[in-house]
């Protein structure tokens, strides 16, 4: 049995599977299940077994966005201080999978809608079902966006597509969705799981480290200029070469073999 509420979680292969587990509220995020993704992505950063993550959700829908039931439960005057919990909670767990070492899948089924989209936008890698369906909703429900959405999906798909989106709310295909970026790969229906758990597992028998490095380096290319960012990717790549996997990765190729990476 789960130890969370909201959540489903365990770890095989080296693999972290964490399914959002709200199905009867379209995995709606309420204040519970953005404090277990804190709670988890804390755990997944911590456990050196854990050497990729693998986000999916039970049920017919990814994430419909926000649970807007729980916040029209609240007083008036509270809500404004639900919200920055809730959000609190939700932007610790997407800072934490977006520096940890482990590369984080996403496996979009459904709707992604709202946190739902951002979430999606936050992956390191999405894989889709064809018939997956992308839409921002905030503007909809007279809200602004959360979750991370206004700093990725504008690197991904670019300022005026992004305002467009958030504006206009218009849903995207997973098709349209990979056109644009958001979407790593789409697939059949009835292949997400297996291609997405195939994707986590083939990650987590690779270079945990360099994963790690190669996710900084993208984070950190948006504020450096380039000579502080080749200096950066001069500081890691020496840091890697110290490293076991380092080692093993130039010793295997020079032996013209597959490599034993350890994530070490």
């Known amino acids: 049995m789960s130890e969370y509420s909201t959540i489903l979680f365990d770890v095989r292969d080296h693999v ?37 993550v693998l986000i999916s959700a039970a049920g017919k829908i990814f994430c419909a966005g926000g649970d807007l039931k729980s916040f029209g439960a609240q007083p008036k005057e509270m809500l404004p201080t639900f919200l920055k919990k809730v959000t609190f909670h939700l932007h610790k767990a ?9 590369p984080v899948v996403m ?11 951002s979430l999606a936008c936050a992956g390191d890698l999405v894989v889709a079902a064809e018939s997956a369906r992308f839409t921002m909703a905030y503007t909809r429900a007279g809200l602004t966006p959360d979750g991370s959405s206004t700093y990725f999906l504008p690197r991904i798909v670019g300022l005026r597509r992004a305002m467009d989106l958030t504006l206009t709310n218009r849903v995207l295909t997973a098709r349209e969705a990979c056109d644009m970026g958001i979407v790593t790969r789409v697939v059949p229906d009835d292949q997400l799981m ?3 758990e195939g994707l986590a597992k ?14 900084r380096l ?32 130039i010793t295997s190729f020079l032996e013209k073999r597959p490599p034993k990476f350890k994530g070490e």
């Open 218 to 249: 993208f984070a950190e290319s948006a504020i450096r200029t380039l000579e502080d960012q080749m200096e950066l990717e001069t500081e890691w790549i020496a840091d890697m070469a110290r490293t076991a996997d380092g080692t093993e990765g």
């Open 194 to 196: 297996a291609t997405a």
């Open 107 to 117: 496996a979009i089924h459904g709707a992604a809608g709202g946190a739902g989209m």
């Open 16 to 52: 972290a599977h964490i399914t959002l587990n709200r199905p009867n509220a379209a995995n709606a995020l309420n204040a519970e299940l953005a404090h277990d993704l804190m709670e988890v992505s804390l755990r997944c950063e911590e456990d050196p077994s854990v050497r990729a």
């Open 94 to 102: 997407v800072s934490r999978f977006n520096r940890m070492r482990a």
């Open 202 to 215: 083939g990650l987590a028998e690779g270079p945990t480290r360099a994963y790690g490095g190669v996710k």
